[in-house]
């Protein structure tokens, strides 16, 4: 390999990702929330900073997001996740 095909490779593994892209999820039980991303991957409480009450109930006590999709917007090396909405 020549010295510049050397320092090509050396340059491309230093760019920069694209960055964190928003990903969907599934609320499968709550009150100890859980949000299943994948068929392997579910995450807790302990994955989630939440910008939305994902635990608010309606008249009959019931939580109103059980089941429903969110938006989640992975960060610390897709390590955590930050709850951003719920999709309509």
């Known amino acids: 390999m ?12 230093r760019e920069n990702s694209d960055g964190y892209t928003p990903m969907f999820g599934t609320v499968i039980e709550l009150p100890n ?21 994902l635990k608010e109930q ?7 997001n059980l089941g429903k999709t969110v938006v989640l917007l992975p960060y610390a090396n897709s390590q955590k996740f930050i709850v951003i909405g719920v999709v309509i």
């Open 2 to 13: 020549n010295g510049i095909t050397e320092l090509a490779k050396l340059l491309k593994e």
């Open 33 to 53: 929330t859980k949000i299943r991303i994948s068929d392997k991957v579910i995450l807790t409480d302990s994955h989630l900073t939440l910008c939305i009450n």
């Open 58 to 64: 309606n008249a009959d006590s019931e939580y109103i």
